[in-house]
């Protein structure tokens, strides 16, 4: 049987190969792993699943859950890598890391898990913000202060406070605006990070996190 378009396809892969370097894995800092879902082992614990953004892990390590709730310190009994057990995982890898002494009601989506006392968490920033216009999926009214959309953070969603600056009374879509933004839950957040708004189950906003206020 003849496979077209086999030898296009080898010399693709080849170019692929050769011409694109390898990502950069920034396996040398703490770890971070931003929690998408979680599920229960009957007698085991609680998994928590999802994306590892920064550092690397392994069975027996000592943990920290933190955001949203009270921060707890738990320890690493397994991890699994589509559906394999492996003794460490690392940046970029999707993992589901079993945690000693937690039950599924003690972790949600949202939080993260780190090197302990790697991460601070806060609940109030400035930020600067672009509100999408109608065309671009956005709002198609003005929002005035205390505005109290859904702030999406890594995977964390959150109600947020909107305040405007003090010579501001109205934002229009379209318009980009620097707002004081409150959680009602703190995260562990920095500076220079990304988050979106949402509203009605599409997105309004985007913006970066100007200053950590508290």
Known sequence: MV??????IEELVDAIDNKIPDPERPNTM???????????????????TG?????????????ELVGIKKSVKTTVSGIEMFNKTVDVGQSGDNLGILLRTLKR???????????????????KFTSRTYILNEEEGGRKNSFTNNYRPQIFIRTADITGILTLPKD????????????????????PIHEGLRFSIREGGKTVGIGVIDKIVS
């Open 105 to 123: 009601e003690d972790v949600r989506r949202g939080q993260v898990l780190c090197k302990p006392n790697s991460l601070k968490c806060y609940s």
């Open 168 to 187: 501001l009374t109205v934002v229009m879509p379209g318009e980009t605006v620097n707002l004081d933004i409150e959680l009602i839950a703190p995260l």
């Open 30 to 48: 703490p770890f971070l792993m931003p929690i998408e879902s979680v599920f229960q082992i009957s007698g085991r614990g609680a998994v928590a």
């Open 3 to 8: 496979q077209f378009g086999l030898k296009s």
């Open 51 to 63: 994306a590892v953004q920064q550092g690397s892990v392994k069975v027996g390590e000592e943990l």
